[in-house]
């Protein structure tokens, strides 16, 4: 990614999810890239904090949107700032429940499809006439290692995020050519507020399994500028990946199942 010149007027970014995790690694990243940024979450006061750190490290104006991307209301104020054009949007904001599907509360199941895939494709339908009027723009679609399998005990959560997968490599096909890339971004896991959100244990989680959030951004950024589709970081997760394709489906369940069953107790 070419950092912006002295003088040029900056690009703006999009991040949702900026208050944590992954999210705010990219907001600093695409700042320090000379991105303004429009941070998007719930938590106010610590997308004010981490405006303001933007802009003593990197320069960067930024916009601060609070608001519950779960929810009709908050979705479409995003969409709206969306609309008006960005250079670049990470569809970040996202979150998991485990469980047996049974059991797990139904409201938040449904927050879960509202926030994963509803506001995601969302953004991505209202990023998109932009970018493509101005033959240029990047979308990282935030998915996950658990979009590529089913996944007991993580179904809502899987199924969530092979729609992410699944919706990105079709409009990356729509837009090739056009100077607008999309890309869904797999990380496998990744040191962030995520697992403790979701009530997950995670004690059972080789050291060697984990990666930084910084790794997978820095990772994530490089790969959209070599024009790939979908982003597995890391060499352990590519590994992973590859066995899964000599697996059939139907024994990737029983795999992922048992490993995801610990999760829970
Ligand atoms: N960490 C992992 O191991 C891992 C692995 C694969 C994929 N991912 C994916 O990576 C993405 C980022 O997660 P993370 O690991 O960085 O988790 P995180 O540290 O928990 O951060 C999640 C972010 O999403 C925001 N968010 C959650 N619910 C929201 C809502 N209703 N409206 C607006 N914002 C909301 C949170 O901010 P507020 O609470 O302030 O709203 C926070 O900024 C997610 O899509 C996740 O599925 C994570």
Request: glycine share 8%; aromatic share 4%; hydrophobic share 45%.
């Amino acid at each position: 990614m070419a950092a912006t010149k002295r003088g040029e007027a900056r690009p703006v970014a999009l991040v949702t999810g900026a208050s944590a995790g992954l999210g705010a690694v990219f907001a600093e990243r695409l700042a320090a890239h000379g991105h303004d940024l429009v941070l998007v979450a719930r938590d106010k006061a610590r997308l004010t904090v981490l405006a303001e750190t933007l802009e003593v490290d990197h320069g960067a104006a930024s916009e601060v949107l609070a608001v519950d991307l779960s929810h009709a209301t908050g979705r479409e104020r995003a969409a709206e700032r969306v609309a008006r054009g960005v250079d670049y949007l990470v569809n970040n904001a996202g979150f998991g429940t485990v469980g047996e599907f049974a059991r797990l509360p139904p409201q938040k199941e449904i927050d879960q499809v509202e926030l994963n895939v509803v506001t995601l494709a969302r953004l991505t339908r209202a990023a998109l006439p932009p970018m493509l009027e101005r033959k240029r723009g990047r979308i990282v679609n935030v998915a996950s290692m658990a979009g590529l399998a089913p996944g007991p005990y993580t179904a809502t959560y899987s199924a969530t995020k092979a729609f992410v997968i699944s919706l990105s490599e079709s409009v990356a096909e729509e837009a090739r050519a056009t100077g607008v890339r999309v890309m869904a971004l797999c990380p496998g896991f990744t040191r962030t507020e995520f697992q403790s959100r979701a009530n997950m244990r995670i004690g059972h989680v080789p050291a060697l399994a984990w990666m930084s959030a910084e790794a997978v951004v820095d990772s994530a950024l490089a790969a959209i500028e070599r024009g790939e589709i979908v982003h597995i970081p890391g060499a352990l997760n590519r590994l992973t990946r590859e066995g899964m394709r000599l697996v059939p489906r139907g024994l990737t369940a029983r795999f992922v199942g048992a490993a995801s069953r610990k999760f829970t107790e």
